[in-house]
């Protein structure tokens, strides 16, 4: 969804980087403006995808980098048998949970962002089929990918929210600031 990012001082990469993810994580969250539980967990495509799975995978997505970055365990981390669920809300879960704990770990990154030394300070990747052997990304590249992750769901959240009821991007905005 299409949203100012606002600008950061002349030179703060990191303020400029975590506006970003911000920017991103805001389209999700208004992507699920003014709908009920269900209408989030509704999925209106052949797709698998919903808006509240959508802010969950986003959230342990973004939990999981922040993990790796930080070389400490993943207190979500998923197995190929709840892999699944976390494309969905399960048990008692709510949105607002799902919220406030993705706010939790936005704090833990942007904490973390800035207190690093360098954001050219590397870390290892895990053993996957998709990275390379004994890889490794530096604090920079975790934060622009954060970005393409969000972006790259936000669209998916906007194919869906418009396709539950019509509202766009704009619209939402609007909603949001009390103008629509």
């Given at each position: 969804m299409v949203a100012l990012v606002p600008t950061e001082a002349h030179g703060?990469?990191?303020?400029?980087?975590?506006?970003?993810?911000e920017a991103q994580r805001a389209a999700i969250r208004r992507s699920l403006l003014g709908l009920t539980e269900e209408q989030a967990a509704s999925r209106p495509s052949v797709s698998e995808l919903s808006l509240s799975g959508l802010l969950k995978h986003v959230a342990e997505v973004e939990l999981n980098w922040l993990r790796l970055a930080q070389q400490r365990?993943?207190?979500?981390?998923?197995?190929?048998?709840?892999?699944?669920e976390g494309?969905?809300?399960v048990g008692d879960e709510t949105i607002p949970e799902i919220v406030?704990?993705?706010?939790?770990?936005?704090?833990?990154?942007?904490d973390f962002a800035r207190s690093v030394p360098s954001l050219?300070?590397?870390f290892p990747l895990p053993e996957a089929p998709w990275f390379p052997?004994?890889?490794?990304?530096?604090?920079?590249?975790?934060?622009?990918?954060?970005?393409?992750?969000a972006g790259r769901h936000?669209?998916?959240?906007?194919?869906i929210r418009e396709s539950l009821d019509g509202k766009g991007s704009f619209d939402l905005i609007a909603q949001e600031q009390g103008r629509g």
């Open positions: 703060d990469e990191r303020g400029a980087l975590l506006n970003f993810i365990p993943n207190e979500k981390q998923r197995t190929q048998e709840t892999w699944g494309f969905r809300l406030e704990f993705w706010a939790g770990v936005a704090k833990q990154t942007e050219d300070d590397t052997k004994d890889g490794r990304v530096s604090v920079r590249w975790m934060l622009l990918h954060l970005v393409q992750e936000a669209g998916h959240a906007d194919v």
